[in-house]
């Protein structure tokens, strides 16, 4: 019986010593995410430049390889398309609608892209109040698995890029790509998570 006993208790041990070692602090998560996007910009050759070059450049990037490290919000920002038409104005509301790829970092699995499906946009509605931009999915890929709430990270090019509807052939979308880190991601995924995600994304003004 003492035997019997010495081995359950020794069991138990083991199975508490292995529970101990598998898990992981939130700061253990945060240094993965920051090795992983470090070496997703490493493998993918991306230059980063600051927002002092970034303002110099006229608020763009250069080429398919330059990202500007927005410092606030830890966002790392590429710019291929300012757009055509206006920038959302102070006190204004609009519909805008998005059209997208979503890459986890961590494992590289693209796990949306409504990129290339006509009819199956998503649509956030944004009202600028000065330099604080508000908005919520009303449809589409991003509020049907994450919820009406739009990642914070998604509002940071507004500023930058102007929002038109495409009444020439010349005119083009608005078009970034973004490295998101968790704080800046989806609040049911990546800030559950702990885990950084890339985005291509289009914008273009809804109706």
């Known amino acids: ?22 898990y992981e602090t939130y700061g253990d998560l945060k240094e993965k995410e920051r090795d992983g996007i470090d070496r997703f910009i490493s493998d993918s050759s991306f230059v980063i430049i600051g927002e002092s070059q970034f303002n110099s450049q006229g608020d763009m990037t250069i080429g398919t390889k330059q990202f500007v490290l927005l410092n606030k919000s830890g966002v790392y920002m590429q710019i291929l398309s300012k757009g055509c038409g206006e920038a959302i104005k102070d006190g204004e509301s609009m519909n805008i609608i998005c059209r997208f790829i979503e890459k986890a970092i961590l494992d590289t699995t693209t796990l949306y892209n409504n990129r290339y499906y006509i009819f199956d946009p998503d649509i956030m509605s944004v009202t600028r109040t000065g330099s604080t931009y508000t908005a919520n999915f009303t449809e589409g890929r991003m509020y049907s698995t994450y919820g009406s709430s739009v990642p914070e990270a998604w509002l940071a090019p507004l500023q930058y890029i102007k929002l038109g509807r495409l009444t020439k052939p010349e005119d083009e979308k608005a078009h970034v790509r973004m490295i998101v880190p968790h704080s800046q991601g989806t609040t049911s995924n990546a800030k559950s998570n702990v885990k950084p995600y890339f985005y291509d994304i289009t914008y273009q003004r809804g109706r």
């Open 1 to 22: 019986m003492r035997k019997t006993i010495y081995t359950v208790m020794a069991l138990a041990t083991m199975l508490m010593t292995f529970a101990c070692n598998d």
